[in-house]
């Protein structure tokens, strides 16, 4: 059951959205994995159908990030980079597919538990690895492409299950796989990201489930509207909360929503 009235919906998806998007701009993420346990267990939606939302509003947000990056990281500069791009996208681009077509055959009490599982796994993440630090490539040559692929398959599996844009993956494998800088790692996640969310994406859109969007997109644009502020908001605060803090405060905070959404029926 949705915790809000109809008519107060709308602000509270705009401010919730915001929130959200506040607590990934911190981090330099957009957010989604903080808004698809909140589009489950408090607006209600079922599984299938948060994903999808959140993937339409992860879009919408990445979309609109990379351009608000470019006064940092030129686009001269991310195209330079378009062998790690392309070695990522292989994978990347394939594991959206499968992991889009998964999602569409899972009954919701699974999917429910594998969302649960990828929240812990991002918490993780966020408390261990997110501030990795470039130390060189782990690999050279071939092996480092094929390194690139699976990883870029991986990411692509769990970023269509969760409908977000996986930079808390990608920006770790960037750096640690391919020793880019922490800045421009994340402006590559976002070059990465938007076309491998519109694989999976398209996917979505031949199931059922896909009418959320004509259903609710109005909702849907406001929420992107509050995500995209929030991000904008917390990107200029990054920073201000020291990470020692404010990581491992997000990993308890993902992990109490995947308690949350392992309960939900």
């Not at 947000?61 to 940092?72: C, E, G, N, Y």
């Not at 899972?106 to 812990?120: F, P």
């Not at 690895?129 to 480092?144: E, K, P």
């Not at 970023?159 to 796989?177: D, K, M, R, Y």
């Amino acid at each position: 059951m949705p915790l809000f009235a109809n008519r107060d919906r709308e602000s509270v998806a705009f401010g919730t959205g915001a929130a959200i998007g506040t607590l990934g701009g911190l981090i330099g993420l957009g957010g989604a994995e903080f808004r698809l346990p909140v589009l489950i267990s408090y607006f209600g939606f079922k599984g299938l159908e948060a994903v999808i939302l959140n993937k339409a509003t992860s879009l919408i947000v990445v979309a609109t990030a990379l351009p608000f990056r470019a006064s940092t990281i030129p686009f001269a500069q991310i195209g330079a980079e378009w062998p790690i791009i392309m070695n990522l996208l292989a994978g990347s681009l394939v594991g959206a597919w499968v992991g889009a077509s998964w999602a569409t055959a899972l009954k919701s009490e699974t999917l429910y538990r594998i969302i649960a599982a990828l929240l812990v796994v991002i918490a993780g993440v966020l408390a261990f690895a997110h501030d990795a630090v470039a130390t060189g490539t782990l690999f050279t040559g071939a092996a480092l492409v094929i390194a690139g692929v699976v990883a870029g398959f991986a990411i692509g599996v769990v970023a269509s299950l969760l409908g977000v844009a996986g930079g808390e993956f990608l920006i770790p494998t960037l750096v640690l796989l391919f020793g880019t800088d922490m800045k421009l790692a994340g402006s590559l996640s976002l070059a990465i990201s938007l076309p491998t969310m519109l694989a999976g994406f398209t996917r979505y859109s031949q199931d059922q489930n896909f009418s959320v969007i004509r259903r609710n997109w109005v909702f849907l644009l406001i929420m992107a509207a509050g995500s995209i502020l929030g991000t904008f908001i917390g990107g200029k605060l990054l920073g201000i909360v020291p990470n020692g803090v404010l990581l491992p405060l997000l990993a308890i905070l993902l992990l109490l929503s995947a308690v949350k959404v392992w309960r939900h029926r």
